[in-house]
């Protein structure tokens, strides 16, 4: 954070992008050693604000269908705060369901803007890459939230 108490977006960005090539593993959240989506946006957060504000319970990769609840939307709004889906910004954590009526099991972060629009996320059997943020995703999305204390505009003054 700086000494006014706010993010910039550029930096929730360099630090999502300092994960990219970071190997997919199940409930990591090491840079350069492995993590999976939860992990980054968990690691991501730690950078920017130090001590994490809750450590998730074990979870196994089917945890949202097996549990029906929303659980990571819930503890979204516990710490991060609500977005329109189609006003995200770079920064801003993305959300995604499957397939309608099940709950929203993979996070990733916005990476760039416009035609750019692109994320940053961990997908099992790989590793931390940006990707366009395509239609598919799009269709997908099911909520979007941004980190506190996040400065309005979108890149820090030179």
């Known amino acids: 954070m700086t000494a006014r108490g706010t993010i910039m977006r550029e930096r929730i960005v360099m630090e999502a992008r300092r994960w990219i090539g970071t190997p997919y593993i199940h409930q990591a959240a090491l840079p ?30 089917d945890w949202a269908e097996a549990a029906g609840a929303e659980s ?62 395509s239609a598919w995703w799009k269709r997908h999305l099911a909520y979007a939230f941004s980190f506190p204390g996040v400065a309005e505009n979108c890149v820090a003054d030179d």
């Open 32 to 61: 350069g050693v492995g993590c999976d989506c939860l992990g980054l946006v968990r690691g991501v957060w730690g950078a920017l604000y130090g001590a994490l504000p809750e450590t998730p319970p074990p979870y196994s990769p």
């Open 72 to 133: 990571l939307r819930d503890a979204a709004l516990r710490h991060l705060v609500p977005v329109a889906t189609d006003a995200v910004r770079p920064g801003d954590v993305l959300l995604f369901r499957w397939r309608a009526h099940v709950p929203a099991k993979h996070v990733a972060i916005v990476a760039g803007e416009g035609a750019a629009l692109s994320m940053i996320h961990a997908h099992d059997g790989g590793s931390v890459c940006e990707v366009a943020l």
